[in-house]
């Protein structure tokens, strides 16, 4: 029986590995040809480790590469997405707690039928609003700015909050509002001072989720930025689509991971307290 157990959990083990390595090869690749210069590149084999590890292609690729006829690489598209995703994901997670509060601890008539046509929103494909919000940028005067930008990702992503939020308030206790009331809190003491503080686990997984779906969205950003105002997903396939003499595969690869290093990061940092938080209110209790 222990044998049996053994060899189970071994086969176990080389499964998970075996899958590990299949799906973290592409970035092993990146990583090591973004270290290597262009004879590197040439003389090597794509999955050999660099013989002179150097960082010139991060450098250029951050400020340096060429992005169209605009020759000063990713650091400005880097820094329009910073300043794109700060207010949009903190502006749609408080917006989303708000909605999920009142549509579970103070329901009104009709409130489970605007819920479920809030739904409609996570379900539809992006591409529908195009012209349409298009048009209302235009008539507001944030059309081709990171402000319209910013609006255009906190109304995509209201009903994705919405719904997270909605259902983790919903195995909250109704006495603890109930009980409240009684004391004489209003509104917003409830919400500040008893949901919010309950509300961790679930403003962790809204925060990393709407962060990586805005900093990782190309179509918004192509669609409605100007000139100035580019994200960093714009700017990588501008980068990647330069023509030029001699294809720079290094610049190509760093250019990428400097990309993917805010999301890299943040679920390494955070990637714990993401899965507790759905997991986090899923029985109610």
């Known amino acids: 029986m222990t044998a049996r157990v053994s060899w189970s959990r071994l086969f176990i083990w080389v499964l998970l590995l075996v899958w590990a390595a299949w799906f973290l090869a592409p970035l092993y690749v990146m990583v090591v040809t973004s270290l290597k210069d262009a004879e590197q590149i040439r003389q090597g084999h794509l999955l050999s480790l660099p013989t002179a590890p150097t960082l010139a292609a991060w450098h250029k690729a951050w400020s340096e590469a060429c992005t169209g006829v605009d020759c000063n690489g990713l650091r400005p598209f880097f820094w329009n997405s910073v300043q794109m995703v700060v207010p949009a994901v903190l502006i749609s997670t408080a917006l989303g707690a708000i909605n999920g509060y009142v549509l579970t601890k103070w329901k009104f008539r009709g409130a489970d039928t605007l819920f479920a046509l809030m739904l409609f929103g996570v379900f ?49 206790p109704d006495e603890l509002v109930k009980a409240a009331q009684l004391d004489g809190a209003s509104f917003w003491q409830i919400f500040f001072r008893i949901v919010l503080p309950l509300s961790t686990p679930i403003i962790v997984v809204t925060l990393i989720w709407q962060f ?30 330069t023509s030029s003499t001699v294809k720079e595969y290094h610049v190509d690869m760093a250019a990428a991971l400097i990309a993917a290093l805010p999301t890299l990061v943040v679920y390494v940092v955070a990637g714990k307290f993401f899965v507790r938080g759905l997991t986090a209110g899923a029985i109610k209790g």
């Open 212 to 241: 990586t779906a805005i900093w990782n969205d190309f179509l918004y950003g192509v669609v409605f930025s100007g000139a100035d105002s580019k994200p960093i997903t714009v700017g990588l396939n501008n980068l990647a689509n």
């Open 124 to 172: 539809m494909p992006m591409q529908v609003v195009l012209l349409p919000a298009s048009q209302i940028l235009g008539w507001l005067g944030l059309a081709s700015s990171l402000w319209g930008l910013v609006l255009v990702h906190v109304v995509a992503g209201l009903p994705t909050t919405t719904l997270f939020f909605r259902n983790y308030y919903v195995n909250l």
